[in-house]
Structures are given as structure tokens and as C-alpha cells.
């Protein structure tokens, strides 16, 4: 709502535009749990297309359409709505890795 705002003030008053990098600054900050739901909605995912594949089969098909459309829809989102957050190196995704791997056990046995 509030970067809408911004951009609505700015298009009513044209003596208040400014460059790009002046306009990023104006944007949200990412936060400190930034990607942390995008991964666990990705492991939610995994886990009913996993866990249910037997029962409907058509499951890995409707969760790559949905993945396709959520690629370009977080994409106008980390462009438009987030400011760009500080680079920080890691070894690999964490402990979503031993969550995956609990979850993939776990369908193979139920399914």
C-alpha cells in the first residue's frame, strides 16, 4: 500500500520525480524473514505434491503451472515492491534441506 501511495503522489505531482535509484530508495525494506516464507511456501508445495501424488496424479502438473506463474509473480514483486537486499554468503538453503529430505522420506512411506 505504501509504495502504491508513493507512486500515486508522484504521478499527481510531476515536480516530485526522480531518478530511479532515488525512487528504489523509497521502496520497502525486504525484512528480516525476507525469503523465509518464499522457501516455505515452496516446501509446503513439495510436501502436498509429494505426499498426495498417489491420489491425484495430476498434482506435479498443476503445482509447475502454479511455479511458473509464481516465478514471474515474485518477480514484480522483488522489482517493484522490495528494495534490494544485502548480498550475504551461504553454504546451502539451511535447514529447509533436512526438511525436504524429512518430508520426502515420510511421502514414500505413505504413498
Request: one cysteine or more.
Amino acid at each position: 500500500m505504501k509504495n502504491w501511495w508513493v507512486s500515486r503522489n508522484a504521478r499527481h505531482h510531476p515536480e516530485k520525480l526522480y531518478c530511479r535509484w532515488e525512487q528504489d530508495h523509497d521502496l520497502q525494506d525486504m525484512g528480516q524473514l525476507g525469503l523465509f516464507y518464499e522457501y516455505l511456501e515452496m516446501v509446503i508445495q513439495f510436501g502436498f505434491v509429494t505426499l498426495f501424488v498417489a491420489s491425484f496424479p495430476l498434482a506435479p502438473v498443476l503445482a509447475l503451472l502454479n511455479n511458473i506463474i509464481e516465478i514471474r509473480v515474485d518477480a514484480w514483486k522483488f522489482i517493484t515492491q522490495f528494495k534490494r537486499p544485502v548480498a550475504a554468503k551461504a553454504h546451502s538453503i539451511g535447514i529447509w534441506h533436512q526438511i525436504l529430505n524429512g518430508v520426502a522420506i515420510f511421502s514414500v512411506v505413505t504413498n
